[in-house]
């Protein structure tokens, strides 16, 4: 694990558990709750194992907060984003890489996330949760899967639409997509 990677899990890791511990769970309880072993949750909390989007979601779900809570939490809230802030995420169960392009705030109606995409991804985790979502191919191209149906999106092209419609994304093409995800911040 690189020193970037190494940092981001024990940032992570310390959230979790200090969170928890505010919350006066017990690691039994609250993987109960997640749905995750005891003793994964305890090397998330240690940085010795990093979580799946699916995993994370459900820890946050437990812990009665959203996902955004434990990624990229700002030290102040501010109006403004800097480019030069902008730092990629990863997930452990996916290549694509996500950059925070809005501060993190519990009140917050809408966020936004660049994500970067590598040529022959395959097809996301099909999803639903409560809310809206808005997508624009900055570069490259994506098939979105929406109840169903299939649409090749190309660069410039969006899509628009409720977040509870059954959904996945993949990058069909040999290179990579890059491309910009607003929506209303996931409470799981």
């Known amino acids: 694990m690189n020193a970037e990677k190494a940092h981001t899990a024990l940032a992570l890791g310390n959230r979790i558990r200090s969170l928890r511990q505010r919350l006066k769970l017990t690691l039994?309880?609250?993987a109960t709750a997640a749905g995750i072993s005891k003793p994964f949750l305890s090397q998330v909390e240690r940085a010795r194992a990093s979580p799946s989007i699916t995993s994370l979601a459900s820890i946050a779900q437990a812990l009665g907060v959203t996902m955004q809570y434990f990624i990229d939490t700002p030290d102040e809230a501010s109006p403004v984003c800097r480019g030069e802030a902008l730092k990629f995420f990863g997930f452990a169960d996916s290549a694509n890489q996500f950059g925070r392009l809005t501060n993190v705030s519990m009140d917050r109606k809408l966020e936004s996330i660049l994500v970067r995409m590598p040529a022959g991804q395959r097809r996301s985790e099909v999803t639903t949760h409560a809310g809206e979502e808005f997508l624009y191919v900055i570069s490259g191209q994506i098939a979105l899967t929406l109840q169903g149906a299939t649409f090749d999106l190309q660069s410039g092209?969006?899509?628009?639409?409720?977040?509870t419609v059954p959904h996945a994304w993949a990058n069909t093409g040999d290179e990579e997509t890059v491309l910009l995800w607003v929506g209303t911040p996931r409470l799981f």
């Not at 092209?157 to 409720?162: G, I, R, V």
Request: aromatic share 10%.
């Open 28 to 30: 039994d309880e609250t």
């Open 157 to 163: 092209d969006t899509a628009h639409y409720e977040s």
